[in-house]
């Protein structure tokens, strides 16, 4: 049974980076699926930041992509995400998260996530 | 970008109740790829349905998608008490796919 679990810190200074790791167990990330990081900002819904491949490709929400990157280290069997010049508005409780089924629609890949890790609050605060 | 708003935001109801939550897209959402999640508080989403009408692995059959273009709803036939929570659609037919808002599930 796959399990995903977020590690990072939990405060991070404004302008400074994020950055969290996800570790996949009970699953080769080098197998397959495509996986994921979504946030979700403590009383509001879910934002979905970006998604991974095993093989290196890349693909973000546009509107997180300048400050966003995402990469795999299949030897570590994990997943980073790291979010640059954050600010108060990127406190959320950050989710990794494995693609169900990915689709390419227009140029780019689309997904549903299951299962998800259980999520680590990042606070933004100096 | 598409948009997805669920009504209501808040729905109260008692054990043993119909549940009828909606989820309307800005634009039509190709092939129906429409998921819901269920989240109690302080965990993590939890996958109800995909592509609008199929249930994930393990979930009740108490749980049903519908739909397509810009309409779609999730009804639960018979409310338990571990069914109160909040629930979000999401749509991945374009990028980037979004998450509605939600509608939390109370106990009247």
């Known amino acids: 049974q796959v399990q995903l679990q977020e590690s990072g810190p939990g405060l991070v200074k404004p302008s400074e980076t994020l950055s969290l790791t996800c570790a996949v167990s009970?699953?080769?990330?080098?197998?397959?699926?495509?996986w994921g990081w979504i946030r979700q900002p403590p009383g509001k819904g879910l934002e979905w930041i970006g998604s991974?491949?095993?093989?290196?490709?890349?693909y973000y929400n546009p509107s997180l992509k300048s400050r966003v990157t995402i990469s795999v280290d299949t030897s570590k069997n994990h997943f980073s995400l790291k979010l640059s010049s954050v600010t108060a508005a990127d406190t959320a409780v950050y989710y990794c998260?494995?693609?169900?089924?990915?689709?390419?629609?227009?140029?780019?890949?689309?997904?549903?996530?299951?299962?998800w890790g259980q999520g680590t609050l990042v606070t933004v605060s100096s | 970008e598409i948009v997805l708003t669920q009504s209501p935001g808040t729905l109260s109801l008692s054990p043993g109740e119909r549940a009828t939550l909606s989820c309307r897209a800005s634009?039509?959402?190709?092939?129906?790829?429409l998921a819901w999640y269920q989240q109690k508080p302080g965990q993590a989403p939890r996958l109800l349905i995909y592509?609008?009408?199929t249930r994930a692995t393990g979930i009740p059959d108490r749980f049903s998608g519908s739909g397509s273009g810009t309409d779609f709803t999730l009804t639960i036939s018979r409310l338990e008490p571990e069914d109160f929570a909040v629930y979000y659609c999401?749509?991945?037919?374009?990028?980037?796919?979004?998450f509605g808002q939600g509608t939390k599930l109370e106990i009247k």
């Open positions: 991974i491949y095993h093989s290196g490709v890349t």
């Open positions: 999401q749509h991945y037919g374009s990028s980037p796919n979004t």
């Open positions: 009970g699953y080769s990330i080098s197998s397959g699926y495509h």
């Open positions: 998260a494995r693609a169900g089924e990915t689709f390419y629609v227009s140029g780019t890949y689309t997904n549903w996530f299951d299962p």
């Open positions: 634009q039509s959402v190709s092939s129906s790829y």
């Open positions: 592509g609008a009408s």
